[in-house]
């Protein structure tokens, strides 16, 4: 079938997008669903800064590709060996597909999987090879999703069907931002009633995360960050204390306000000194957690007499510790019963021809989630 789609063709790419135009809007060729596949009509996805990292070059990837991995839509058709999915059913997508056999999908750590994470990297389907094309050429898909598109063939194993009635703009935030963040407050952290908690960089991620920890019944939660406005959000959305990133004395000012650090401290800005922030502010025999994707090739430079003097913990956190089948139905529930703000998160909206503009907005933080419509 013939779709359109945001197409990726080189990268790096320089902003402001409105004018360089990374992603082109084209016409392609989409092959129907193999094996354990799903043809889905996407109906929105939102715009992310792993998405943007592919179009600055932080991330390398393959091209031509399709970009975009946080998505909801509805089932079309069906590949041979999918009997538990109908044309009609609504879905999420998730940016790993998980095996289901390979040592982490067996210990329960889907976000692990190596055969998925391998598909990813190749822009490839986790069954091998790729549904999209352009004159006969074939077109790398995003982490398994490629959902900047009218439709996309997706595994199985990247989407989880869900039951209620929300809109398909908020579900999507689902299939990533809160996945990430929620699951990193929830699942990596085990952040527990009464603790104090930190979160460094308020996008989309950042934002969840605060929430995943409110829910969790932290007594404190700070929100760090360098935007203002961004600032003023999270503590309309429950954090208890605010402070500038920038400023000079920030380590010590939260390190005094909470005498002598936090429990927690989430980084999720996808930046080294975010990272070592988030560090710095943490107590003595606390933990750290990042979700934020630095650049590859920069790295952080770590105490190792600070780490075990202090007792400290320094954790990596992917699709936020999450099994999404489980976990996703789990925060859809909170947020239906009020413990999850997630609709405020959702802050722009555009078409499909307009996503340049969206990344523009994301780039220079004038949004948290952008969703495009489809």
Excluded at 126 to 141: A, E, K, T, W
Excluded at 170 to 195: D, P, Q, S, W
Excluded at 196 to 212: F, Q, R
Aim: charged share 20%.
């Amino acid at each position: 079938m013939k779709i359109r789609a945001a197409v990726l063709n080189e990268s790096p790419v320089a902003a402001p997008y409105a004018q360089s135009r990374p992603l082109r809007i084209e016409e392609l060729d989409l092959a129907p669903p193999g094996r354990d596949e799903v043809l889905v009509k996407i109906r929105a996805a939102g715009l992310c800064h792993s998405d943007l990292s592919v179009i600055d070059g932080n991330r390398p990837r393959p091209v031509p590709m399709v970009l975009g991995h946080e998505a909801a839509g509805e089932v079309v058709e069906t590949g041979e060996g999918v009997d538990d999915l109908q044309p009609g059913d609504r879905v999420v997508m998730v940016f790993v597909p998980s095996c289901g056999h390979c040592a982490p999908c067996a210990e329960g750590r889907p976000a692990l999987c190596e055969p998925g994470n391998a598909a990813n990297g190749r822009g490839e389907m986790l069954g091998g090879g790729r549904r999209l094309s352009v004159d006969g050429q074939p077109v790398h898909h995003h982490i398994g999703v490629s959902a900047f598109a009218e439709h996309a063939v997706i595994s199985r194993r990247s989407l989880v069907k869900i039951e209620a009635d929300i809109p398909h703009e908020i579900a999507a935030l689902f299939g990533c931002a809160v996945l990430t963040g929620v699951g990193a407050a929830v699942n990596t952290a085990r952040i527990k009633a009464g603790e104090t908690v930190a979160v460094v960089g308020l996008g989309g991620v950042g934002l969840s995360a605060l929430l995943g920890a409110i829910a969790c019944g932290a007594s404190r939660v700070i929100a760090v960050d360098l935007a203002q406005d961004k600032l003023d959000l999270a503590l309309a959305l429950g954090a208890t204390d605010a402070f500038k990133a920038d400023e000079p004395d920030v380590v010590e000012a939260v390190r005094q306000a909470t005498k002598g650090g936090v429990d927690h401290g989430l980084e999720m800005a996808g930046s080294v000194k975010a990272l070592d922030l988030a560090y710095q502010i943490t107590r003595r025999g606390g933990t750290t957690t990042t979700a934020g994707l630095a650049n590859p090739a920069h790295t952080l430079s770590l105490s190792p007499v600070r780490l075990v003097a202090e007792e400290r913990t320094l954790k990596g956190s992917y699709v936020g510790s999450c099994v999404p089948s489980r976990d996703i139905p789990r925060f859809i529930e909170l947020y239906q019963r009020g413990r999850l703000a997630v609709d405020k998160l959702w802050t722009s909206s555009g078409s499909l021809d307009e996503i340049n503009e969206g990344f523009d907005a994301l780039n220079e933080g004038r949004t948290i989630r952008h969703i495009v419509r489809m």
